[in-house]
């Protein structure tokens, strides 16, 4: 059963808000399935790499429903859990992306409406000719170690780099 009420269209409105002020990347939904009898669901998001053409990240996280919300407060928050897919979907091209080792920020999404958020970070494994992306929760007010990896290999993708490959 699916609830559409005022207070979840509201809650996702502010979170798509906060969403796209806080990253380049948009996060496009392509799958949501109930995963109990409260209409909690999960959703799966495409979300393109802004900076690298031709690579695609998939992640689902958890959205909690009406009932869910009634029996344990917290309205505005949902939890920080991700699951993460990287691939090519294309050719490859390479912008002007951090290939430092903290990489760089791809995407941002609130789920809570201060202190906590998921994120997608991309970094450069120049060794291995690599692009690494990392789904992780940012909790202000308590750390969390909520993660989950994907690689996309450049080895025979016949990648592309804008600038010039890093040496």
Not at 34 to 56: C, F, I, M
Not at 95 to 108: L, Q
Request: net charge positive.
């Amino acid at each position: 059963m699916r609830l559409a009420s005022p207070l979840r269209r509201l809650t996702a409105l502010m979170a798509l808000l906060m969403g796209l002020a806080a990253g380049p990347a948009i996060a496009e939904e392509v799958g949501e399935f109930s995963n109990d009898w409260t209409g909690n669901e999960l959703k799966v998001q495409a979300v393109a790499d802004p900076k690298v053409q031709g690579v695609t990240c998939h992640v689902v996280h958890f959205d909690r429903s009406l009932i869910d919300r009634v029996s344990k407060g917290n309205w505005f928050e949902d939890p920080s859990n991700a699951s993460i897919a990287c691939r090519q979907t294309g050719p490859i091209v390479i912008g002007d992306i951090a290939t430092g080792k903290g990489g760089e920020e791809v995407f941002s999404e609130r789920k809570s409406l201060i202190w906590k958020s998921i994120a997608v970070r991309r970094i450069y494994d120049r060794k291995n000719d690599t692009l690494i992306y990392v789904v992780y929760s940012r909790q202000v007010t308590e750390a969390s170690a909520k993660m989950a990896i994907s690689t996309v290999p450049l080895f025979q993708a016949n990648a592309t780099w804008e600038k010039g490959k890093p040496s």
